[in-house]
């Protein structure tokens, strides 16, 4: 069994591959590199046969999204670690040792990321997971280095090793053993907020995240569904609404959910009248619906939580009273306190 799986998930992402893919494999000689398509149209497997062929290749009969593609990828794959890895990452000499070091030191720790830095401007952070990842008490995520839609420049002011809520689906390394022990990302999911429920679900049972900054890669971000897209809005909406579901504590449900039908429906007019993005507003709405009819479907994964547990990384705050009312738009800026309860 190898000690770490570099594994790629690809979708018609041959130009991605071609742009991206010697890095990982100049940077992570010794490992083993795989890449797990989702049934590309684009020729991205006669591509990678010609040009990568060190590189594993299991191709999927359908593309089974973000989640069940990396299921379906991992359960043919044995190592000790898991490092998902999107097709739009450029990784940096050095990148995989301190990511490593950290999780043989640290066997109480289920995952970390490196620190992601932006391809379109490499001297700021990246959306997706910048420095690491919080989410606010109404589940609205956020990272060291991005709230909202400001993202900072990276001047070093995150630059020290922390323990976070979630680590991003960018690039994660995780223990197999707890990827597979709770049943891997949700396929329900399709693709959006999975790696935040897995991270939430692992949390929940007593294990750990941490970014380690002095790993480093470059991420170009929205290759698949850009932002924008009304498909992604939905989904985005959908899932976070499912994974407050499935994981919030008994003692929290029901305000957290009558508060986000408010904030929803108000996000969505808000879409309609400042913006006239008809795309988005009955995106919001039809996730709405959705989570509503499929809701208990899920029922048997809140049962899993068997008590109440204390996660200072998930912020007692409002990250939208915050970033809108008070202008603190950096999360330096933001108070620190979390929901610390005296939970287990």
């Known amino acids: 069994m190898s000690t770490i ?139 060291r280095g991005r709230v909202f839609d400001t993202v900072e420049q990276d001047e070093g002011q995150y630059d020290t090793t922390e323990e976070v809520f979630w680590t991003t689906g960018a690039c994660m390394m995780i223990r197999s053993a707890d990827y597979h022990a709770v049943g891997g990302l949700d396929e329900r999911f399709f693709a959006h907020n999975e ?43 959908r899932n976070n609404l499912t994974m407050l579901y499935k994981n919030l504590p008994a003692s929290e449900l029901r305000g957290v959910m009558r508060w986000r039908w408010f904030l929803d429906y108000l996000a969505a007019w808000q879409t309609l009248i400042l913006n006239r993005n008809w795309g988005d507003f009955w995106a919001i709405y039809q996730a709405r619906k959705a989570f509503k009819k499929w809701r208990h479907e899920f029922d048997d994964d809140r049962k899993e939580i068997c008590a109440e547990v204390d996660i200072p990384q998930r912020k007692s705050y409002s990250i939208l009273w915050q970033y809108y009312f008070h202008q603190r738009k950096k999360f330096s800026n933001l108070p620190p306190q979390s929901l610390s309860k005296g939970r287990r």
């Open 5 to 143: 799986a570099i594994v790629i998930l690809n979708w018609n992402g041959q130009r991605m591959l071609a742009e991206y893919l010697p890095s990982v494999i100049q940077y992570s000689q010794g490992n083993e590199v795989v890449v797990a398509d989702n049934a590309s149209t684009d020729d991205s497997i006669a591509f990678l046969r010609e040009h990568f062929p060190e590189v594993k290749i299991l191709p999927l009969e359908k593309n089974w999204g973000f989640a069940g593609g990396y299921n379906k990828a991992l359960a043919q794959v044995e190592a000790t670690y898991y490092v998902l890895l999107n097709s739009d990452v450029e990784v940096t000499k050095g990148w995989l040792e301190p990511l490593v070091a950290f999780m043989e030191s640290h066997q109480e720790v289920a995952a970390c990321q490196p620190k992601l830095r932006a391809v379109s401007d490499r001297g700021a952070f990246e959306y997706a997971g910048a420095a690491g990842g919080y989410i606010d008490r109404l589940g609205y995520p956020f990272c």
């Open 195 to 237: 790696e935040i429920d897995l991270c939430w679900r692992l949390r929940n049972r007593g294990r750990h995240f941490f970014c380690l900054p002095e790993s480093v890669v470059y991420h170009v971000g929205g290759g698949t569904l850009p932002k924008g897209n009304p498909r992604k809005t939905f989904l985005n909406f």
